[in-house]
């Protein structure tokens, strides 16, 4: 295997974890479980189940579980507040982290023997606000909380549409959740287990890991690739608008990763779901370019997509809008951030690396009139 080497800690252990295995080779496992297997066969909340307690959930599990997420889904009258108190114009990644830093103050974690009840609160209650902060600041609309949706994905998808999903949608944004809850240690991630070092609560160190995932060189990365290919006016012209981009040198967002060498796992299963999407929706051509865009750079550059790519037809084919994409992937790695804080939490030692020292060598006091 290739040693990753170079800034940003690459190439470099920061610590063990039980929870997930990225391969550069392009394999993701959680707990073992390939990431193929887990969007063939399994639900979001299976998933969840599985990353927060461990094990893979029995019927009687399951069904317990989701009945607990569908009862924590209601927001407090004073989170309602708040959530109205929010501006259209803010980041929607600010709003996720005030509802979690909110529900801190409102709803803290008095011990850690609260973590897990904590997790699923906070999976249940962002998903509604951060949706209903969506329709009443976009379009004044006081949405009901409650969907009678069992899952996730659907849960989601009737508050943002206000109407009957089919049953390919609701996969299809299950699958998404799955896909993104977890990724070993990534920079939010790791930033929240360094919050997690301290001993400090699970509100704090999801709000550290959300702002982490606010930068727009980790999260937004499939709001930036819907925007480009809304750029491009008709599969013909993705050649040349690739040409253009290489030639200007402007990142071509959605392409390459961190770790991944070859390929990103997760980017063919999405990138099938887009597909099918695509046949029953009027604008097929944001599907088409993304294909056209994924094989000419892979002949040109030798880049391959990673998970965001595909995700941003897909997403638009849902009917979600551009700007609640990464909120989405926000809600999905609660889990995974939960997870981490956990295994931090139980095992520790406070995260304290050294640096090495870059700026001058030893130097004398000048006084200030000498100066």
Known sequence: MKKLQGAGLRGQSAGQTSLSTVEQEGSLRYLGFSIEDLASHASFEEVAYLLL????????????????????????????????????????????????????????EKTFDDQLSVSKRLLGVTTTAIVYWYKYSHEGARINQETGEKSVAAHFLKLLRQEDIQDLHKRTLDVSLTLYAEHEF?????????????????????????????????????????????????????????????????????????VYSIKDPRSDIIKEYSSELSKDHKDKKLHDSAVIMEAYLKEK?????????????????????????????????????????????????IIRPSADYIGPGDRSWINIESR
Not at 54 to 82: A, D, H, I
Not at 331 to 347: M, P
């Open 186 to 258: 990534n920079a939010s991630t790791f930033t929240g287990r360094v919050c997690a070092s301290t001993l400090s609560d699970l509100h704090s160190c999801l709000t550290a890991a959300v702002g982490s995932l606010r930068g727009p060189l980790h999260g937004g990365a499939n709001e930036e690739a819907m925007k480009m290919l809304e750029e491009i006016e008709s599969v013909d012209e993705v050649k040349t608008f690739v040409d253009k981009k290489l030639e200007n040198k402007e990142k071509i967002m959605g392409f390459g990763h961190a």
């Open 301 to 349: 550059k030798g880049l391959f997509p990673n998970t965001d790519f595909f995700h941003a037809p897909a997403y638009h084919y849902l009917g979600i809008p551009t700007k609640l994409f990464t909120p989405l992937f926000a809600i999905a790695r609660i889990v995974g951030w939960s997870a981490h804080t956990f295994e931090q939490r139980g095992n520790n030692r």
């Open 53 to 108: 307690l461990g094990e893979l959930p029995n019927e009687g599990n399951l069904e317990q579980f989701e009945n607990e997420l569908l009862e924590l889904r209601t927001m407090p009258k004073s989170l309602v507040n708040v959530v109205e108190s929010i501006p259209a114009e803010a980041h929607p990644m600010e709003v996720v982290r005030t509802i979690i830093s909110y529900m801190g103050v409102i709803e803290p």
